[in-house]
């Protein structure tokens, strides 16, 4: 049975393509004139973005609490000096700091063996009453987003308690916790000292399990 390749046809299918994109070109422009004839010009306003209320409200409140919580610098600084002018002072003052700046090692050597120590006040008085009076701890955070994020200090003591507690008194804040474990070659009154600070502060932490404790941890 003969065949026949229809060589015609896909000619003229493809004619048709091309005629059908032409037309559909045209009626597209006129779509479009069609369209722009309906549309009206619009003039942007301006747009203000207001922050939600609650955030709003919570900006304000971080805002006046960081002008009401601000300390005195100049009463903390006269009270924390107040309660140490009178313990003992170094000796110290005799050094001829010339001699030790020209380089004279003679004299570095002979100092060297008077180093500066420091001991704890015998007389100490332990109750709460005396330890806010000597130092100044916060009773309040800072500004509402520092009370929001508290921290959690861990050290391991075991000597110089009135240094500690003047330290604790610089980074006190009411919303964080302290753990202070007391090492176990620590003498029998550090470790009363520092039992008594701690029951004067809900946030301070004394484990009563005692470990010696070395260089290495």
Not at 4 to 19: A, L, M, R, Y
Not at 98 to 113: F, H, N, Q, S, V
Not at 145 to 174: F, Q
Request: hydrophobic residues 30%; proline residues 5%; positive net charge.
């Amino acid at each position: 049975m003969p065949t026949s390749i229809p060589e015609k046809v896909n000619v003229q299918v493809k004619n048709e393509g091309k005629d059908n994109k032409k037309n559909e070109g045209k009626e597209d422009k006129k779509d479009k004139g069609k369209d722009h004839d309906h549309k009206k010009d619009v003039q942007l306003k301006k747009v203000v973005a207001f922050p939600p209320a609650g955030l709003k409200d919570e900006i304000k409140e971080i805002a006046k609490s960081d002008k009401e919580f601000k300390p005195d610098l100049d009463e903390i600084n006269e009270k924390i000096w107040n309660s140490i002018k009178n313990e003992i002072r170094h000796k110290k003052e005799r050094i001829d700091c010339k001699r030790i700046i020209k380089g004279d090692e003679d004299y570095i050597k002979l100092e060297a063996k008077s180093k500066l120590t420091y001991t704890d006040p015998r007389n100490l008085f332990m109750d709460c009453r005396s330890i806010k009076q000597r130092n100044y701890f916060l009773e309040k955070p800072l500004s509402t987003e520092e009370g929001k994020y508290p921290l959690a200090y861990a050290r391991i003591v075991y000597k110089d308690y009135r240094i500690l507690e003047a330290e604790l008194a610089t980074n006190y804040r009411p919303q964080n916790l302290y753990c202070f474990a007391i090492d176990s070659k620590a003498r029998e009154l550090f470790g009363k000292r520092i039992r008594s600070l701690a029951k004067c502060f809900k946030n301070i932490i004394i484990p009563n399990i005692r470990y010696p404790v070395d260089r290495d941890g």
